[in-house]
């Protein structure tokens, strides 16, 4: 499992650890750390061209002992100092290992072939400021690789928002533990591949962290799997209250989810149980309403239900419940808060935007702060969809979820159909609502990267996901090809497959 932490608490493990260890140790490790991974985007030390954009704190120093490194192995190293002050020992140690102050920016990095962003890290406050913006854009479309010091600078550390401008790096070498910017949009966009430096803090760093992000083995461990005794009823029977007249197909997707989730039986509550049975005659069909259609041991409803009512009738019953699309704009937050068992609410950023009463861009900007927002007054969890996927817990103190195995390719029509069911399914099966939506998530964008990409997935650390593969970062959505929902679902075994194999002794 991957995890991220705040910056106050990195800032208190580096303290605890820092009293012990000789002056500057810490800052020692964290450049020999960049310094390797430099070296690794280099093709050859020797000779290359090196930039280093130095601000007025620790991160310059950082960059400026990690240039000094390179310099050793014959690099040509120049730096561009772009704050009030700068790291005074740092510059010594450059200039004595051959590096110089550059006095014209502009000049070097037209020539260079590698710039180290060291402006600022987990102490950047705001965007760029002015005069930086100019010298971050020319060391861009100057084609040299990009490697941010901890964080490109620009972004904030512990929510992942971008206010103004920042930089856009290939790579970002981060220390001693992930920060929440790196792994939620829209700043985890500008940071490329990640890379970790351990610099001996891990132990000090509190139990729960930020976020969490899966890895196939987590994964594998939380898969509902029958026993040897198991009947269908058992396994768990998913009620799916989905598709209207005029939205039939919602229904067929959200099935289509649903029967690929764990649970043993899936019954079908609604008006299009033609189209369902069509397609899937394994379905259970009832015509509704939802509370005559028999025993389930979870419910989900919203999928293009348009008006049809049920959801006050599924948010009484006492199984959890999965709220998505038109489900969410029907929904009593009374109803949602009173229920003893979980809720899982599914927003995109728009129906989150609706929930809070405020406008989607909003909730783009600042997903971490309005997933936890949302969790908190609805007192249910919360999946929030979209670029980065996130699932909160009501209680604050949980880490909140973040999903690695996304794709932009699953921005179709009825991909969150074909999630809901899944999720729901998983739900059933006896998972918690944190767990399925954490799982239905990874399997979801899984099984989108295998369909949008003829097989290939993600490796069992999640690797490709949060790449670091001594190139540069391997975009999202490259080497894909457009996708539908119903091949999402499809996708679906073999995503479980992949992860399955990667559980302890599988
Ligand atoms: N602690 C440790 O043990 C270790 C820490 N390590 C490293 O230290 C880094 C943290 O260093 P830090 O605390 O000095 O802060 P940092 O990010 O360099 O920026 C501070 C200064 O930048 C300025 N500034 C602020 N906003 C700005 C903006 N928008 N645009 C431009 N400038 C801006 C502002 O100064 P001002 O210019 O206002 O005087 C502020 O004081 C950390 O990320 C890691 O790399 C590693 O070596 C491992 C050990
Ligand atoms: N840019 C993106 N990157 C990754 N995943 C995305 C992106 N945009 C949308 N998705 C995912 O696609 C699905 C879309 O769901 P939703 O918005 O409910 O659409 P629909 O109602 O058409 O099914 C969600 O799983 C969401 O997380
Ligand atoms: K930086």
New binding site residues.
């Given amino acids: 499992m991957r995890t991220a932490y705040r910056v106050q608490d990195v800032?208190a493990a580096?303290a605890a650890l820092?009293a012990r260890l000789p002056e500057g140790a810490?800052?020692r490790r964290?450049a020999a750390g960049l310094a390797g991974a430099c070296a690794g985007l280099l093709r050859r030390v020797y000779g290359a061209r090196v930039v280093l954009l130095v601000?007025?704190?620790?991160?310059?120093?950082?960059a400026l002992y990690a240039g000094a490194l390179l310099a050793r192995r014959g690099a040509g190293v120049s730096a561009v100092r772009l704050?009030?002050?700068v790291h005074e020992a740092g510059l010594d140690a450059l200039v004595r290992a051959g590096g110089r102050v550059a006095d014209d920016p502009y000049g070097v990095l037209a020539r260079a072939d590698l710039v180290v962003d060291g402006?600022?890290?987990?102490?950047?406050?705001?965007?760029?400021?002015p005069e930086?913006v100019p010298v971050v854009r020319a060391a861009r479309e100057s084609g040299a690789v990009v490697v941010a010091?901890?964080?490109p600078?620009?972004v904030d550390a512990d929510t992942g928002a971008v206010e103004g401008e920042a930089v856009r790096a290939d790579a970002t070498v981060t220390?001693g533990a992930y920060k929440p910017g790196l792994l939620v949009d829209p700043a985890r966009e500008y940071a490329g591949a990640l890379r970790l430096v351990d610099?001996g803090i891990r132990d000090l760093l509190p139990g729960a962290p930020e976020l969490q992000a899966l890895q196939h083995a987590d994964v594998a461990r939380l898969l509902p799997v029958p026993a040897a005794e198991s009947d269908k009823y058992r396994r768990g029977v998913v009620g799916v209250v989905a598709g209207s007249a005029r939205y039939p197909g919602a229904a067929v997707l959200a099935v289509a989810g649903a029967l690929r989730g764990g649970a043993g039986a899936v019954r079908y509550v609604g008006p299009a149980g033609d189209a369902v049975l069509a397609r899937y005659p394994e379905t259970l069909v009832h015509p509704g309403p939802p509370g005559r259609a028999g025993r389930v041991q979870a419910w989900v409803i919203g999928p293009g239900l348009a008006d049809t009512p049920g959801v006050a009738d599924v948010l009484a019953s006492d199984v959890p419940v999965l709220v998505d699309a038109d489900g969410l704009r029907l929904l009593d937050p009374a109803a949602v808060r009173a229920r003893p068992a979980p809720t899982l609410l599914t927003p995109h950023a728009g129906e989150a935007a609706a929930l809070l009463g405020t406008v989607r861009e909003d909730v783009e900007a600042r997903r971490l702060d309005a997933v936890r927002e949302l969790a908190g007054r609805y007192g249910a969890t919360v999946l929030l969809k979209g670029s980065t996927t996130l699932v909160a817990d009501p209680s604050p103190g949980v880490p909140v979820r973040v999903n690695p195995t996304g794709t932009p390719w699953l921005a179709t029509a009825g991909s969150g159909d074909v999630l809901s069911g899944l999720t729901g399914s998983l739900l059933a099966a006896g998972l918690t609502a944190r767990d399925a939506g954490s799982v239905g998530a990874y399997l979801h964008g899984l099984a989108a990267r295998r369909a949008a990409t003829g097989g290939a997935g993600v490796s069992p650390t999640g690797a490709g996901a949060y790449p670091y593969d001594g190139g540069r970062a391997a975009p999202g959505a490259a080497g894909g090809a457009p996708l539908t929902a119903h091949e999402v679902a499809r996708a679906l075994p073999g995503a479980w497959r992949d992860v399955a194999a990667a559980a302890p002794g599988a």
Wanted: charged share 25%; no cysteine; proline share 0%.
């Fill in positions: 800032r580096e820092m810490l800052m964290a601000g007025s704190g620790d991160n310059g120093g950082d704050g009030r002050r402006i600022t890290g987990i102490g950047g406050r705001g965007g760029l400021r930086a010091v901890d964080l600078s620009g220390f610099i």
